[in-house]
Each structure stands twice: as structure tokens, then as C-alpha cells.
């Protein structure tokens, strides 16, 4: 089972920009999606950001266009770069993995990312 481990949250202000980091041991991430997933207080988690293992990249259309989600197989990293941040955007970021096409799992802890306006 794979552990992964999120940061590079914390506090910025509207239009600045932070990258996060999702770290996996355990496991190598080989064959498997990544995503990003984000909860705000007193919402549901919902779906950000997702890279395949071929490279090709999905997203959430609040966040085209700003966000961009890329992975380093060799260090078994997945980066959230997040540009124009907005203070709709402030919630727990989390990461998982997807194997073989299944339903995402192996949540880390969640880093946390709060945009002041």
C-alpha cells in the first residue's frame, strides 16, 4: 500500500500562487493515475485535478487554466501548481492514487491552503 504525503499548503493572498507536493512511499506510482481533491469547510471533497500515467491531465473547470498538475515518475512525486489563486479556492487539498483504473484511494493527511482576499 502506498503512503502519500501532501504540503505546501499555507496562507497567501488573492492572485499569488503555491505548489504542492504529493510524495509517495511504499509503492512506486508506476501504472497508476494521480489526483487532487480539495474540501472546504462544510462542503463535500470534490475532484481538482487528475494526471494518468501517460501524462494526459483533467480538470475542474473553476480551475482551467490556473492549476496545472504535472509528476515526477523518477522521485514518485505529483505537483499541484496553483497560479491566480481566489479565495474560493481555500479548502484541504488532498492527493490519491488510482490503480489500474479503479476508484481513487490511499488519501494522505491533506495539506491545507487558505487564500485571504
Known amino acids: 500500500q502506498v503512503q502519500l504525503v501532501e504540503s505546501g499548503g499555507g496562507l497567501v493572498q488573492a492572485g499569488g500562487s503555491l505548489k504542492l507536493s504529493c510524495a509517495a512511499s511504499?509503492?512506486?506510482?508506476?501504472?497508476?493515475?494521480m489526483g487532487w481533491f480539495r474540501q472546504a469547510p462544510g462542503k463535500e471533497r470534490e475532484f481538482v485535478a487528475r494526471i494518468n500515467w501517460s501524462g494526459s491531465t483533467y480538470y475542474v473547470d473553476s480551475v482551467k487554466g490556473r492549476f496545472t498538475i504535472s509528476r515526477d515518475n523518477a522521485k514518485n512525486t505529483v505537483y499541484l501548481q496553483m497560479n491566480s489563486l481566489k479565495p474560493e479556492d481555500t479548502a484541504v487539498y488532498y492527493c490519491a492514487q488510482s490503480i489500474a483504473g479503479g476508484p481513487f484511494g490511499s488519501w494522505g493527511q491533506g495539506t491545507q491552503v487558505t487564500v485571504s482576499s
Open positions: 511504499g509503492r512506486t506510482l508506476s501504472n497508476s493515475a
